[in-house]
C-alpha cells in the first residue's frame, strides 16, 4: 500500500501503529510507544540529526529484540512513508551482527546489501580512525 491510497488524515506510520496496536500484546504494545513516541515527535518537528540513527542504548536498555525491531520498523515507516520496511541483519567483520533497516526490494537483494554492509565497513573504519586521532589529542573519543 503507498501513501496515495491512504485517507488524507492517516499517515503510513499511523496506519502501522494501529495495525501493530491489535496484533501486540498490551504490555508489548505500551513498551513499544515509549521507546518511538520521542523519536516520533522528533521526526514531527523536523529535529533529527540525519538519515541514520541508532535507537540509544538507554531507550533500548533490556527492550526484547522483537520490540527493538519493531520500534525499528515504525522509526523507518515515520521517516520514509513507505509500509514495506524490512530488518536486515549483515554480519560484518570488524563489529559482528548488525542489523538494519530497509525497503523490501534491497533486502532481497544480495548485491544491494553487499553495497550496505562494505559502507558500514567504511564508516567504522573512518570512527576507529577519528577515535585514535582525537585519543592522541587528548580530546573526547565518544564519537
Known amino acids: 500500500m503507498n501513501e496515495s491510497e491512504l485517507p488524507p488524515e492517516e499517515r ?19 513498551l513499544l510507544l515509549r521507546v518511538v513516541e520521542p523519536v516520533l515527535r522528533a ?28 520500534a525499528a ?11 514495506d520496511n524490512e530488518v536486515v541483519e549483515l554480519e560484518i567483520d ?9 525497503d ?13 554492509a562494505d559502507y558500514i565497513r567504511e564508516r567504522h573504519r573512518t570512527n576507529e580512525e577519528l577515535r585514535g586521532i582525537a585519543e592522541a589529542s587528548d580530546l573526547p573519543t565518544d564519537l
Open 43 to 70: 521526526i514531527d518537528a523536523q529535529q533529527l540529526p540525519g538519515r541514520d540513527f541508532a535507537l540509544d542504548d538507554h531507550s533500548a536498555e533490556g527492550l526484547p529484540p522483537e520490540i527493538r525491531d519493531q
Open 94 to 102: 570488524e563489529t559482528g551482527p548488525v542489523r538494519v533497516v530497509t
Open 104 to 116: 523490501a526490494a534491497t533486502a532481497s537483494d544480495p548485491v544491494r546489501l553487499s553495497e550496505i
Open 12 to 30: 503510513p506510520v499511523d496506519l502501522y501503529l494501529n495495525l501493530l496496536r491489535l496484533r501486540m500484546e498490551s504490555d508489548d504494545y505500551r
Open 73 to 83: 520498523l515504525v522509526i523507518a515507516t515515520a521517516v520514509t512513508g513507505r509500509l
